[in-house]
């Protein structure tokens, strides 16, 4: 149990392209989901948490017009990086957070920007 | 604000060797701590984890024990094998204020 997919598992775009990423939470249920991004050197920084229903709360120094997240369901989280730039390319990870405060995470997903 | 400050990696041990991986964090209110590890080419999983000071999380041999006291959250193992080896992090959890916050990452490798 616990299982959680994001979609795609990579993608390739070219500059200025908007990318819509999905977080699903396969056999529960997720107020609450975070967005991650992996650096080369393994550190996962918090973007934003995203509540159902409500606007994500997001961490300093992210731009909230630039990855914008939307958590339609309790099941479904998605991270959309509008005009993507060169920079914006990394590892986006995605978390639900379950029972007793525990993160399950998908497996991320590999973003480069031409 | 919430931080994690995790030992610098990487670390080398010979199979068997004892194992301690450093972590201590600060925050705001009472929150719950974790060590989650990544293997390589996986996901993030848990690994273990305590809610309240005191409790001690356990699995597959290791342990840590919640002192806020200290404020640490240290990572031990007795014995540990080949496939140990991975990138392991130590997280706190702070619901009330929305905050996830990861230390940096200790990547262990174990030799036979």
């Known amino acids: 149990g616990a299982v959680v997919s994001q979609h795609p598992s990579w993608v390739i775009c070219k500059s200025g392209t908007s990318v819509k990423i999905e977080c699903r939470s396969l056999?529960?249920?997720?107020?609450?989901m975070f967005w991650y991004r992996q650096f080369p050197k393994q550190s996962l920084m918090l973007m934003a948490t995203s509540n159902e229903g409500s606007k994500a709360t997001y961490e300093q120094g992210v731009e909230k017009d630039k990855f914008l997240i939307n958590h339609a369901s309790l099941t479904l989280s998605t991270l959309t990086v509008t005009s993507a730039h060169p920079e914006d390319s990394s590892f986006y990870i995605c978390s639900a957070l379950g029972d007793q405060e525990t993160q399950y995470f998908g497996p991320g997903t590999r973003l480069l920007v031409l | 604000g919430n931080s994690v400050t995790q030992m610098e990696g990487p670390v080398t041990l010979s199979e068997e060797a004892f194992l301690t991986i450093n972590c201590t964090y600060t925050?705001?209110?009472?929150?719950?701590l974790f060590w989650y590890v990544q293997y390589p080419g996986e996901g993030l999983q848990l690994l273990l984890k305590a809610t309240k000071a005191d409790d001690k999380g356990s699995n597959k041999g290791f342990e840590a024990t919640y002192r806020k006291e200290t404020t640490s959250f240290h990572l031990e193992k007795g014995s540990v094998q080949v496939s140990d080896s991975a990138v392991y992090f130590c997280a706190l959890i702070n619901t009330n204020a929305g905050k996830s916050t990861f230390g940096d990452g200790t990547t262990l490798t174990v030799k036979p």
């Open positions: 056999d529960f249920q997720a107020t609450t």
């Open positions: 925050a705001t209110g009472y929150p719950s």
